[in-house]
């Protein structure tokens, strides 16, 4: 069966430091994979997805990126982090085939910026 | 502009007292509706997917159902454990474009 795994879980960061997120996928392969952000209270924000090593698509700019280095592996990452960063993320993946991409979910990080 | 759209905001319910959640879309060439189950602090958990209108699912005291417009997610006879915040999210045309609502917060009393 297919896992997915986020790191840290939480994280406590002042204001312009750097910033680096990790997400694994086990049990599958060449997923699709995405991170979200969610605010208090607010539906999630879909911040970037890649279909593959190297190809990542940003849907909100602002001063995050991403990076896909292994297939299963996708990485959140920040130069300088804003107050406004702070939030719960998420990462999740689907599968490449079918009608719909069924997303599913990891464990998510609390990322709080001071 | 709103995409997706979900009410109540929260609800409360005695256990036993069946009731409804709504997910109303305004997104075109709809590719699939998802049910979610989000608990404090953790990332949701996925219950259903739904196609195409007139399409229903059920899982345990839950059932989700679709229309051209919105997607109703009942609740039979809920229970204390079913008590967490439910999420429904759209997928348009564009693979990549997913649209979330803010949730219903529901809670079971015992």
């Known amino acids: 069966s297919q896992t997915i795994h986020q790191w840290p879980a939480t994280l406590v960061q002042p204001v312009g430091s750097p910033l680096s997120l990790e997400c694994t996928v086990e049990g599958t392969s060449n997923p699709n994979l995405y991170w979200y952000r969610q605010a208090a209270g607010r539906g999630l924000q879909l911040l970037f997805y890649s279909v593959g090593i190297g190809q990542i698509s940003s849907e909100v700019p602002q001063n995050l ?23 719960f993320y998420l990462c999740a993946w689907s599968l490449t085939s079918g009608p719909t991409d069924t997303q599913y979910f990891g464990p998510g990080t609390r990322l709080t910026v001071l | 502009e709103d995409q997706v759209t979900q009410s109540p905001e929260a609800l409360r ?45 059920e899982k345990e005291r839950l059932k989700a159902t679709l229309t051209k417009k919105e997607s109703f997610l009942h609740i039979t006879a ?20 997913f649209y979330f609502g803010s949730g219903t917060k529901l809670n079971v009393k015992p």
């Open chain 2, 78 to 97: 809920p229970k204390p454990e079913d008590s967490a915040t439910y999420l429904c999210a759209v997928q348009a045309p564009n693979f990549n474009k």
């Open chain 2, 13 to 57: 319910l005695q256990e036993g007292e069946s009731s409804s959640l709504n997910c109303s879309y305004t997104v075109s060439g709809l590719r699939g509706l998802f049910w979610y189950r989000q608990d404090p602090g953790k990332g949701p958990e996925f219950l259903f997917t739904l196609y195409s209108a007139g399409e229903e699912k």
């Open chain 1, 65 to 87: 990126s991403a990076s896909r280095p292994q297939d299963r592996q996708f990485i959140l990452s920040s130069k300088k982090l804003l107050l406004s960063d702070s939030g």
